[in-house]
């Protein structure tokens, strides 16, 4: 059974306030703060240059206005692209952040956090290792620690390895019959599961082994206090004030 210290909170803005404005940008993370929420989550990968930044898909397409491969593109490049436009014009100049502009907000709004290392196809071991390089670096002792999340394996081990101090949060889309296997190898405090996949007996199970319980992505209000009656500890949302008035901090 793990020894959990993480205090977790039942409501992350899923990738800042993603139903109101653009995923993955400091835009997002004000909004998530503004409609209340303590925690967010985002995506970090690396540029082709190895600087960490924040994205989610594996190509800039929907999220910027340009096209491509987010791998192939230095930060510099990247940088110049327009990453909220595409959201409303009110967003026009937002930026994909580096991984410190993020890191710099979140301690300035005392914003906890949940960091999902997402890497590009192929870079999964680099963006681990250059991440949480940073993050060592950068995000202040003294402040609260963040949850480090993947659905990557090799990336949860390298955490397990290089920043053991750091709680890891097992990420699953499916509900794999190993979980516990998955999970007790990586030393997780959390395990993170997709809303489709959550029936009462799961959440039970992962609860009576002693972990954490997140789940994503709920944005319905009725479903995220289901969720919660069945002892699930926290709801990833694109609507944190709708869900926080749902089922409270
Ligand atoms: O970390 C929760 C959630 O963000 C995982 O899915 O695809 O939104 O990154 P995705
Ligand atoms: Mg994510």
Redesign the pocket.
């Given at each position: 059974m793990p020894k959990r210290t993480l205090s977790l909170p039942r409501v992350?803005g899923?990738?800042g306030a993603a139903e109101a404005a653009p995923e993955n940008t400091l835009a997002s993370f004000r909004e998530a703060k503004r409609q209340g929420a303590a925690w967010v989550?985002f995506?970090a990968k690396l540029s082709a240059d190895n600087r960490a930044f924040l994205l989610?898909d594996d190509n800039i397409d929907r999220t910027s206005n340009a096209a491509g491969a987010a791998r192939a593109l230095t930060y510099d490049e990247l940088r110049v692209l327009d990453a909220g436009s595409w959201r409303g014009p009110q967003f026009a100049g937002e930026k994909m952040p580096l991984l410190a502009e993020a890191l710099a907000l979140f301690a300035q709004e005392d914003l906890q956090f949940?960091l999902?290392l997402?890497p590009c196809p192929g870079r999964a071991r680099d963006t681990a290792k250059i991440v949480l390089d940073e993050l060592a670096h950068l995000w202040p002792a003294a402040k609260p620690k963040p949850l480090i999340?993947s659905?990557v394996l090799e990336c949860l081990e390298i955490a397990r390895d290089q920043a053991p101090e750091l709680p890891r949060?097992l990420?699953l889309e499916d509900h794999p019959v190993n979980w516990l296997d998955l999970a007790q190898n990586l030393k997780a405090d959390t395990v993170?599961i997709?809303d489709q996949a959550a029936t009462p007996e799961w959440v039970a199970e992962i609860k009576a082994e002693g972990y954490g319980l997140?789940v994503?992505?709920v944005n319905d209000a009725a479903r995220a206090r289901q969720l919660i009656d069945w002892g699930v500890d926290g709801i990833?949302t694109d609507a944190p004030a709708r869900i926080l008035a749902a089922v409270g901090q």
């Open positions: 992350i899923h990738r989550e995506d989610h949940n999902e997402k999340s659905f949060g990420l993170n997709w997140l994503y992505t990833f």
